[in-house]
C-alpha cells in the first residue's frame, strides 16, 4: 500500500514539475508580410498568423487575403495588386508550359516586379510606414524573392522570422548559410532526386549556377531599387539585412517527405502545420456523395490557382474518358460552370475542403498537380496521388513521390488518356503505393511535438532571446571564394606545384653536379 501511494506521488510531482507555469513569453506585437498573390501561400500564413493570435500575440499581416472570422487581435493591411495580371498568367500556364528557362524566368522578373510594387504603394502599408506611433517586436516574413521587405525590420528595429512556403531552396541559404551539396541535394525546379548520376549532377550544378545567376541579374536590382525607394534612412543596408537580418526560418517541409539534407540550427521543418488535426465534419452533400460511393472516391485537384477550364480541350477530353471508365465516383474541382457530366458519377465544384475530403477512408486516389501542400496532405491522411506537374517545385514534388513509391507523375506534355488512364489503374490497381504511403504517414505523424507547436516554440524563442542572434552562422560573413574554400585549395595547390617544381629542380642540380662531364686538363710540353 505504502509503495502504490508513493508511486502516486512520484507521478503527481512529476507532472507538476513538467507542467507549464505561464506563458513562455509575454504578449508581443508581431507584423507579418505574406504578399504573394498565391492562394496556397496565404493558406499556410494564415493558419500561422492565426494561431499566434490565439495564442495571446498582437497580430498585424500585411496580405491581399483576408482572413474570414479572425480574432480580435488580429489586424488585416490590404495589399492592392493587379489582380488581371495574375489571372492572365494562370489563364496562360497550360499554354506556356514548354517556354524556355529564360523566358520562364522573364516572367519571375515581372512577377517579383508586380510583389514589390504592389505592396509598398497600397495605401494601408503606407500608412503602416508612416505612423509614428507603430512598433513592432517580431517581423514573420515569407521568404520569396521579397528581400526588400527586410527594410520593415530595419524600419520598426525588430528581428526576423522567415516563412518558406515550398521548402528549402537558394532563397533561403542565402539568407541562413545553410549548405546545399549539389551532389545531393536537387534544384527545387530540376525533377532531380537525391541519387544523381554525373551526367545529372552536371545539370544540377549548370542549372542552380544559372538559376542564381539569372536572380542576382534580373531580381536583385529590383529589390535594391525598391529597397532604396522605400526605405531611404535605413540604418543597415539591404545586403547587411541578408547577411544578418533574419534570425531564423521556417521551412515548409519534414524529413520523412523529402530528400534528406544538411540544416543550420536555424532552419526549421514545420511542414505540415497547417492540417487539421481534428477533422471538421464535412458539409453533407459531400459527406453522403464519398459514402453512397460503393467502389470509393477519387478526389482531383489541380490546386487553389491552376485553371482546369484553360487546358487543351483534347487533354481534358482524355482526363473525361479515364475517370468515366473507373468504378470509382469522383470529386473534381473546376473554376467555372462550362463543364456538364453524370451527376451520379461526378462531383463538380469550384472549392472544396481539401483536407477534410482526403482524411475521409473511402478516398482511394488524390489527382493533384504535385503542390507541396497537397502532397503533404495526401501523405498525412495515407491517400496515394498521380500528379501532373505544372511548373516550379511541382516537377521535384513528384520525383519524390515516384522514388518513394506512392504515386505517379505523368507530364502534361505527354498527358493523354492512354498515359493518364496507365498511372491511375497502376496507382489504384498496385496495394505497394497505398502501403508506401501510410508507412510514410506514419514516419510523417511520429514527432515529438506538432508542427505547429513547434513553428509557435521557435517564434516565442526568437522574441524570448531578442532576436536569437546567435543562431546566424558565420557563413554569412564570408564570400562565396571563402564559403567554399576555393582560396584555402588554391594555396594547397600552388603550394604542392611549387614544392614539385622546387624538388625537380634540385633534383635536376644534383644530376648535373654528379654526373656532367669534367674538362680535360691540357698537357703543356716543355718547350727547350
Known sequence: ????????????????????????????????????????????????????????????????????????????????????????????????????????????????????????????????????????????????????????????NCPVVGMSTFGASSWVNSLTGSPQPLSYVPHPMSGFTDKMNFWQRLGNVLFTAFDETMLTVMCDPIQQRYYKEFFPNANRSLAEMRRHGVSLILVNSHFSLSFT????????????????????????????????????????????????????????????????????????????????????????????????????????????????????????????????????????????????????GVAYTQLTEATLGKAVHDVLGNDRFAANIKLISRLFRDQPLPPMDLARFWIEYVLRHDGAKHLISAAQDLSFVEYNNLDVYAFIAASLVLLVMLIRFCLKKVVIYLFAKKPRKLNKKKVN
Open 1 to 156: 500500500m505504502r509503495t502504490a501511494v508513493y508511486g502516486v506521488c512520484v507521478v503527481v510531482l512529476l507532472a507538476l514539475a513538467l507542467a507549464p507555469t505561464g506563458r513562455p513569453v509575454e504578449a508581443a506585437k508581431i507584423l507579418s508580410i505574406f504578399p504573394t498573390m498565391s492562394k496556397s501561400h496565404w493558406i499556410l500564413g494564415s493558419a500561422l498568423m492565426k494561431e499566434l493570435a490565439l495564442d495571446g500575440h498582437d497580430v498585424t499581416v500585411i496580405s491581399p487575403f483576408r482572413l474570414s472570422s479572425p480574432p480580435e487581435n488580429y489586424r488585416h493591411v490590404e495589399i492592392v495588386y493587379n489582380t488581371r495580371m495574375f489571372e492572365d498568367i494562370m489563364d496562360e500556364v497550360f499554354e506556356r508550359i514548354d517556354d524556355s528557362i529564360v523566358q520562364k524566368m522573364m516572367e519571375l522578373g515581372k512577377f517579383v516586379n508586380e510583389i514589390a510594387n504592389t505592396t509598398l504603394t497600397s495605401p494601408e502599408v503606407q500608412t503602416l510606414l508612416h505612423s509614428e506611433e507603430e512598433t513592432f517586436d517580431l517581423l514573420v516574413l515569407e521568404i520569396f524573392l521579397d528581400d526588400v521587405f527586410l527594410g520593415f525590420a530595419d524600419h520598426f
Open 261 to 408: 539534407r544538411p540544416y543550420l540550427p536555424n532552419l526549421i521543418e514545420v511542414g505540415g502545420f497547417h492540417i487539421n488535426r481534428k477533422v471538421n465534419p464535412l458539409p453533407e452533400d459531400i459527406k453522403s456523395f464519398i459514402e453512397q460511393s460503393k467502389h470509393g472516391v477519387i478526389y482531383f485537384s489541380m490546386g487553389s490557382n491552376l485553371k482546369p477550364s484553360k487546358m487543351d480541350r483534347q487533354k481534358r477530353d482524355d482526363i473525361i474518358r479515364v475517370l468515366s471508365g473507373v468504378k470509382q465516383n469522383i470529386i473534381w474541382k473546376w473554376d467555372d460552370d462550362t463543364l456538364v457530366l453524370d451527376k451520379g458519377k461526378f462531383l463538380l465544384g469550384k472549392w472544396f475542403p481539401q483536407d477534410d475530403i482526403l482524411a475521409h477512408p473511402n478516398v482511394k486516389l488524390f489527382i493533384t498537380h504535385g503542390g507541396l501542400l497537397s502532397c503533404t496532405e495526401s501523405i498525412y491522411h495515407g491517400v496515394p496521388i498521380v500528379g501532373i506537374p505544372i511548373f516550379g517545385d511541382q516537377l521535384l514534388n513528384m520525383a519524390r513521390a515516384e522514388q518513394s513509391g506512392w504515386g505517379i
